[in-house]
């Protein structure tokens, strides 16, 4: 646990060049991520309540909503985080990045898995909306106000626009839609 916390601390140094000495304390989008590592842990105990209690009053106090059940990697950047929501069953690899209005949610549709997958090193742009249970592989960029609806997007790429395309992939230009996932049919 120690060892995710320096990470997290960390992760702002690598991803904020206007971060200086000790303000980085100061950060809405770390006080989030340490709330949360508190009230997963809670949750996987099975605590009753305390965890969802203390989730309201994080994002009460933060402007940033991640369910206890959520899954977070190493080194987690949250930029201006206010608006952020990240659903129960969203798992987020090691040094991701998220910008302000990011939503990783469900469709409303799945019983189990409902919210997305984020793969290690993704930077997800501000308003980006990805959801349901769809994969994000690795070393992924997602731009501003991208909207990824049940479709998995694939490693070592850049998606773009609304519906999400892929514009870039293994350092190629694309023109690319986004592969249906298997739970399509469910539209």
């Not at 320096?6 to 200086?20: E, G, L, Q």
Request: glycine share 12%; charged share 15%; proline share 5%.
């Amino acid at each position: 646990m120690i060892k995710k916390l320096i990470a997290d601390v960390r992760a702002i140094y690598r991803n904020d060049p206007a971060a200086r000495n000790l303000e980085v304390f100061f950060y809405a989008g770390l006080h989030a991520i340490w709330w949360h590592r508190i009230n997963h842990v809670l949750w996987n105990l099975r605590i009753p309540l305390v965890p969802r209690i203390l989730s309201q009053l994080s994002r009460f106090l933060t402007g940033i909503e991640i369910h206890p059940g959520a899954t977070i990697g190493r080194g987690l950047f949250i930029d201006h985080g206010m608006g952020i929501v990240i659903g129960e069953t969203t798992e987020i690899g090691d040094n991701c990045v998220l910008f302000h209005n990011v939503t990783l949610g469900g469709t409303g549709k799945h019983k189990a898995k409902r919210h997305p997958t984020i793969g290690s090193n993704v930077l997800i742009g501000t308003g980006a909306t990805i959801l349901g249970p769809v994969n994000v592989g690795n070393d992924v960029q997602i731009g501003a106000n991208t909207f990824i609806f049940m479709h998995d997007v694939p490693d070592n790429c850049t998606v773009v626009g609304s519906p999400g395309k892929i514009v870039w992939m293994d350092g190629r230009r694309q023109n690319l839609k986004l592969p249906p996932t298997d739970d399509s049919h469910l539209l």
